[in-house]
Every structure is written in C-alpha cells, then in structure tokens.
C-alpha cells in the first residue's frame, strides 16, 4: 500500500515563510507526477504546485513568485517551500502522487494544516 505522508505544516505570521514535505513509501520515479493541493472549508480542494517526474512544473496562479515545488529522488520526497505567505494560503494541504502504475490510482496524503495570521 502506498502511503504519503505530509510534515512542516503549522501557524506562521503573514510574510512568513514555511517549508513542507512529503515523504514516499516508495521510490517517487513511480508517480508520473506529484503535487500539493489545498483546501478550506466549503471550497473544493484546489491544485497549489505540481511537478512531473522530468521536473517539469506547474502552479497556480495564486502562489506564483511565493511557492516553489521541489523533489529529492534519493530521498522519495516532494517539498513545497512557501514564502511570504498571506492569509488567504490558510488550509489544509495535501500531497497527492498519480501512480505510473495500472489503473494509475490517484494517491494522497493526510494532509497537513498551515495557518498565516495576519
């Protein structure tokens, strides 16, 4: 069973940076892709960053110039570093990893909480 666990969450004041990560039970070349998502009450969970097994990467507009999507193969982790956070980047924020694998399951974490007080 594949398993992706997320750390470094946490409350931090607006301006403040936070880093997190998220560690596979497996090697991450398995994943075609990797990415963080985020949610808040009410609202559907949004994409934040994503990164593809040849690096490539993609983020919301949001949270571009701020956050930066990284991985360490040797490790199995994915990292999202998140700088000058405002208030509205409160959520809770997944790591989520789409299996190269037949039927190319969707996996995720269980989330982590980040909260910017202004």
């Known amino acids: 069973q594949v398993q992706l666990v997320e750390s470094g969450g946490g409350l931090v004041q607006a301006g403040g940076s936070l880093l997190l990560s998220c560690a596979a039970s497996?090697?991450?070349?398995?994943?075609?892709?990797m990415g963080w998502y985020r949610q808040v009450p009410g609202r559907q969970r949004e994409l934040v960053a994503d990164?593809?097994?040849?690096?490539?990467?993609n983020y919301a507009d949001s949270v571009k110039g701020r956050f930066t999507i990284s991985r360490d193969n040797a490790k199995n982790t994915v990292y999202l570093q998140m700088n000058s956070l405002k208030p509205e980047d409160t959520a809770v924020y997944y790591c989520?990893?789409?299996?190269?694998?037949?039927?190319?399951?969707?996996?995720w974490g269980q989330g982590t909480q980040v909260t910017v007080s202004s």
């Open positions: 990164i593809t097994s040849g690096g490539s990467t």
């Open positions: 989520n990893g789409q299996s190269r694998k037949f039927p190319f399951r969707r996996y």
């Open positions: 497996e090697s991450i070349f398995s994943f075609s892709a």
